[in-house]
């Protein structure tokens, strides 16, 4: 039995950016689960049915450097996180889904610091404030903006295709922050951080949930943002049957 702690799994990941290790990292839910086994009605919209596809593809694949997110018990139900375990055949891609929640709000400056330098693509709701904001020093070349609502993001995966071959890009950190408000069943951002990394492995796709909240929208909203609150020093943990490896 190997236990999976967020504090180590934050460290592990602040290292890989240091040294410039390429990764994929998604964070996934029960909503993804519930979505991925439904059965859909017949007309349905072509594009919950293409969203489906991915998302079942985005829970099963396999490949190296590719890292999937799975809630400990204490934050989704038994019943849950046990049905997403049996879909992830490779244990060894095992980390947290409340990456970027909880106690690793007390990483940002590390965080941040392994960031500076990099060459950064930001995936964002339209108004986050995440370029020329002295709180947020990172060198963003460029954002991909979607709208708060269902699709939006789903919609800019041509595009951030088009955009990575035309301009060659390697060793860029991209970045996919969440929007505040949950949108339909599903969280588009771990799909769209899968099938990026299908297209390039040269590059590093990370879902940063909210955890730039306070910085892209000058207040906290979610409790672990507030550095006062339980949550901010909540160190979630899974244990898992095999040796859990990120290199």
Not at 23 to 31: I, K, P, V, W, Y
Not at 48 to 67: C, G, H, N, P, W
Not at 140 to 157: C, D, G, P
Request: one cysteine or more; aromatic letters at 12%; glycine letters at 4%.
């Amino acid at each position: 039995m190997n236990r999976i702690k967020l504090t180590e799994e934050m460290e592990s990941l602040i290292v890989a950016i240091e040294t410039r290790q390429n990764l994929a990292m998604t964070r996934f839910g029960g909503r993804e689960f519930a979505f991925a086994s439904m059965a859909l009605k017949d007309g349905e919209d072509p594009r919950v049915v293409r969203l489906q596809q991915i998302t079942k593809k985005a829970l099963s694949e396999d490949r190296e450097m590719y890292f999937k997110g799975v809630p400990c018990y204490s934050c989704t139900k038994e019943q849950v996180v046990d049905s997403l375990l049996s879909t992830y055949r490779n244990k060894d891609a095992l980390t947290l889904s409340c990456m970027f929640t909880n106690i690793t709000i007390r990483y940002m400056k590390p965080l941040l610091d392994a960031i500076k330098g990099r060459n950064v693509i930001m995936i964002a709701p339209w108004r986050a404030l995440c370029v020329q904001n002295p709180h947020f020093p990172v060198n963003v070349r460029y954002v991909f903006r979607y709208k708060e609502e269902s699709f939006s993001q789903f919609n800019l995966l041509g595009e951030v295709r088009k955009f990575i071959s035309k301009h060659n890009l390697k060793d860029f950190i991209f970045m996919v922050a969440e929007t505040q408000k949950p949108l339909g069943s599903i969280n588009e951002s771990n799909i769209l951080i899968n099938e990026l990394h299908k297209f390039n492995k040269d590059n590093t796709y990370i879902n940063v949930g909210n955890i730039f909240d306070p910085v892209f929208y000058g207040e906290a909203l979610l409790p672990y943002q507030n550095l006062k609150h339980m949550d901010s020093y909540k160190n979630c943990v899974i244990d898992i049957p095999e040796e859990k490896k990120w290199f």
